[in-house]
Structures are given as structure tokens and as C-alpha cells.
């Protein structure tokens, strides 16, 4: 059975940095992709990375470039998203999510089967 467990949301001044875990299982790196996903009040839900292993592919929302970025331990079963220089607008609901997917574009999460419970990013402003 695939499982995803997100951590490591909090309150963070804007500016600061964060790093959020995805504790996956069930399945390998190798196997499937993996990627995060937010949701803002009010907003649609966002596709922000995603990496895939299989496909030697990683993908990363352009306006997100340069301050956020993903990574793998597969000996951990972890996927991380590191956030740096974080802005009001990056308060959301942070998901993971894994398939079997290309990570071609900003909507691959239409294409991921298996989803965590989000971890809540608060950036006061």
C-alpha cells in the first residue's frame, strides 16, 4: 500500500527558510514519481515540483525557481522541498503526492494516484 506522510510545516518570518518531509512507503523512488503540491486559501491548488527518477526528469514551477527546490533520499524513503526566502503568498496547504508520472508540467499532479495529508506553511506578513 503507498503511503505519504508530509511534515514539517510552521509559522516562518518571511524571508526565512523551511524544509518539509514526505516519509513515503509502499513503493521506490525508481518506481514512481514524487512531487509537491499547495493549495492557498481561496486559490486553486498549485503543482510546485516534481522528480522523477525513471524519466530523469525534474520539474519546477518558474515562479518558483530559485527558492524552492526538491530532493530524493531514497535510503531514507524521504522526499524533500526546500523553501527559501519565503513570501506571504507561499502560506498554503503543502501535499505530496507520487505516480506514475512524467513531471512534464505545472498540471502533472493531475497524473499522481496516491496523496499525503498537507502540512500548513504560515508566512505572517
Known amino acids: 500500500e503507498v503511503q505519504l506522510v508530509a511534515s514539517g510545516g510552521g509559522v516562518v518570518r518571511a524571508g526565512g527558510s523551511l524544509r518539509l518531509s514526505c516519509e513515503y512507503s509502499?513503493?521506490?523512488?525508481?518506481?514512481?514519481?514524487l512531487g509537491w503540491v499547495r493549495q492557498a486559501p481561496r486559490k486553486e491548488r498549485e503543482g510546485i515540483s516534481c522528480i522523477s527518477w525513471l524519466w530523469d526528469r525534474t520539474w519546477i514551477a518558474d515562479s518558483l525557481e530559485g527558492r524552492f527546490s526538491i530532493s530524493v533520499d531514497n535510503a531514507k524513503n524521504t522526499m524533500y522541498l526546500q523553501m527559501n526566502n519565503l513570501k506571504p503568498e507561499d502560506t498554503a496547504l503543502y501535499y505530496c503526492?507520487?505516480?506514475?508520472?512524467?513531471?512534464?508540467?505545472?498540471?502533472?499532479?493531475?497524473?499522481?494516484?496516491?496523496w499525503g495529508i498537507g502540512t500548513l506553511v504560515t508566512v505572517p506578513s
Open positions: 509502499g513503493f521506490t523512488f525508481h518506481d514512481r514519481a
Open positions: 503526492t507520487s505516480g506514475e508520472n512524467r513531471c512534464t508540467g505545472d498540471l502533472f499532479y493531475h497524473g499522481m494516484d496516491s
